[in-house]
């Protein structure tokens, strides 16, 4: 049947498709919307915004890496990646890596006769014994562990242990071990207390040690995870905070927690500024920026909370981070700038007011590093020392970590952090209010933890006090001075790395002299120093109380030592200078140094 007139016009009136068909029923722009969209999104088009993206990402990581390194230093690591990349498919030839498995197993035997000696006086077990010991026996046992530590000869050490490396997290792979003395001619004295040990041993003395174990006693069984059943153990915790609050200058808002150490410490203010930047920024690829000589503690919590750490190198002169250079690493992943106050290694503390600067003008955290400072750098003006901005009141401070456990003579496994605000803080937090066993809430890593060891860090604070502190400051700090001084004035081969402020005195090598075997001398006179993978490389000495009585013996050994010491290009042979010198030799070393690091861990939990 032929349309009528009115089914014509409802068809001219109609909107027509490309193709002229009539579009009833649809907007007058669907047709070319799905003509549109056929053409865009294709397969292929698909592929090239993809390919386009990838480029993208790839070119701003790019260009934010030369812009934060510069374009030699950025080549320098494409050529250090590239021949450490070649020289490990080297050693996988059969011969090459034969030779190299010989080496390494060599190293970790002699690694096991110095860490797990075997004894004829001290038994060794294995498992549970049938029945339990009595209190004899254990007591017995305990004082023969005990003497494991002990030396020979007033506490001399020699052919002691791990020259190379004492200290915060160092690997001990050089040297003997502290009970390499014959049982029969120990003094009873362990090493440590004969004052020759960098750091590692933060003493108090006896009275402390006291006072210390009495404490512990009291609160042994005690958990902060239950603050009803114990409610001391709540109290001396919070008071522990706030006096350290109050210490580095912290503002009435400001907040903090314990932790079991100063890695956890540093850790928490990462994992911190990590939150923060994902709920203020959004951001989800967070950046942190370090000086290359900040502790490794960092590095540890770029890999455990999945932020990338930029590291900025140290003015080779002043050995302060280079704060222009990080202005240029930042960008807007940026969650974490860091400054030290002393850095570990060298002892130097940075520009922190020019760093905090930087952090507030980019609108991101600032973390000052004073686990090593701890209760020496708050004390540094008020014992008529040279000192430095460094704590809350600089501006843009936004977090501060510090080792109760060091100069604090706090029991080992206390270190504060702390935040100028609360809300801040909150970032730390781990909540969980849907598990079915109840709400779990825990300010830092740890759920249980030791009360007894807050109460011995609340006791130490409490039998210090700000005297007793300025008191320790100005003796460990002046015995730091003495030895600095006499370096500078007295051996002229060496020289000393920056102008350090606290406790530690790093030293290099003036153009004579390999430092390495200097270290590798004094390890020998009993003295354990710690190797630096610096450049120029290093060594270092931490005053503590233990050093002041015997800094002259420390100047006279360090004398003889350069005195004794093959020149620089000469081939060193002791521990230090292969460890160190492997490590910076080659772009391969570093593997093997890891492996080595590797392997002493394992030695750790050796029985025999």
């Not at 990349?85 to 090459?96: D, E, G, S």
């Not at 520009?351 to 020496?376: E, K, Q, T, W, Y």
């Not at 800094?551 to 003889?560: I, M, P, S, T």
Request: with cysteine; charged share 20%.
């Amino acid at each position: 049947m032929p349309p009528t007139s009115s089914q014509s016009a409802a068809a001219r009136s109609a909107p027509v498709t490309p193709a002229g068909k009539p579009g009833a029923g649809r907007p007058g722009g669907y047709g070319l919307v799905s003509l549109l969209a056929a053409q865009v999104l294709t397969i292929d088009n698909a592929r090239t915004l993809v390919f386009y993206v990838v480029v993208y990402r790839y070119a701003l990581r790019l260009w934010r890496h030369i812009r934060a390194y510069g374009v030699t230093t950025s080549l320098y690591q494409l050529y250090h990646a590239f021949s450490k990349r070649l020289l490990t498919l080297l050693l996988r030839i059969p011969a090459a890596k034969r030779k190299v498995a010989r080496e390494l197993d060599a190293a970790t035997a002699e690694l096991e006769t110095k860490l797990v000696p075997a004894s004829e006086h001290i038994g060794t077990n294995r498992a549970l014994p049938a029945y339990g010991r009595d209190i004899d026996w254990l007591m017995e046992e305990l004082r023969k562990l005990q003497m494991l530590e002990a030396g020979s000869g007033s506490g001399s050490g020699s052919g002691s242990a791990a020259a190379s490396a004492t200290g915060a997290g160092a690997v001990a792979v050089a040297g003997g071990g502290t009970g390499s003395a014959p049982w029969e001619q120990r003094d009873g004295q362990r090493v440590w207390q004969g004052g020759k040990i960098s750091g590692a041993v933060y003493h108090g003395g006896s009275e402390m040690s006291d006072v210390l174990a009495e404490a512990v006693k009291m609160f042994l069984v005690s958990n902060p995870l239950h603050p009803d059943v114990f409610p001391g153990v709540r109290k001396m915790e919070a008071e522990v905070v706030s006096m350290v609050l109050r210490l580095y200058n912290a503002p009435d808002s400001a907040a903090g927690t314990t932790t079991s150490g100063g890695t956890e410490s540093i850790l928490m203010a990462c994992k911190t500024a990590r939150e923060w930047g994902r709920a203020t920024k959004g951001i989800t690829e967070p950046e942190m920026v370090v000086s290359t000589s900040a502790h490794a503690a960092f590095d540890k919590a770029g890999a455990y909370f999945g932020i990338r750490v930029i590291h900025i190198d140290v003015d080779r002169v002043t050995r302060k981070v280079k704060v222009e250079s990080m202005r240029r690493a930042m960008n807007p992943n940026t969650v974490l700038v860091v400054g030290s106050a002393p850095s570990f290694g060298e002892g130097i503390i940075d520009d922190i007011p020019a760093i905090a600067s930087l952090a507030r003008r980019r609108n991101v955290l600032c973390h000052v590093d004073c686990c090593l400072g701890s209760f020496l750098v708050p004390y540094l003006e008020r014992a008529g020392l040279a000192s430095e901005p460094f704590d809350f009141r600089v501006d843009g401070v936004t977090s501060i970590s510090c080792d109760t456990h060091k100069y604090g003579f706090a029991p080992k496994g206390s270190s504060i952090v702390m935040y100028r605000s609360n809300a801040l803080r909150r970032h730390q937090y781990y909540i969980q209010p849907d598990w079915p066993g109840g709400v779990y809430a825990s300010p830092s890593m740890a759920g249980s933890r030791p009360g007894a060891l807050i109460a011995g860090t609340w006791a130490a604070m409490m039998r210090m006090g700000d005297e007793g502190y300025t008191q320790s400051c100005r003796q460990i700090v002046g015995a730091a001075r003495r030895i600095e001084r006499a370096v500078r004035d007295e051996i002229p081969k060496l020289r000393v790395m920056g102008r350090p402020l606290v406790s530690v005195v790093a030293l290099s090598s003036a153009g004579s002299v390999n430092i390495y075997e200097v270290g590798d001398k004094m390890s020998a006179k009993g003295w354990h120093l710690n190797g630096l993978a610096t450049d120029p490389p290093g060594i270092h000495l931490a005053c503590t109380r233990l050093t002041v009585p015997v800094v002259d013996d420390f100047v006279r050994d360090l004398k003889a030592a350069v005195k004794e010491a093959r020149v620089r290009n000469a081939k060193a042979q002791g521990s230090m200078a292969m460890l160190y010198g492997l490590g910076s030799s080659s772009a391969v070393g570093p593997s093997l140094v890891k492996e080595m690091a590797a392997r002493f861990l394992d030695t750790l939990y050796l029985v025999k």
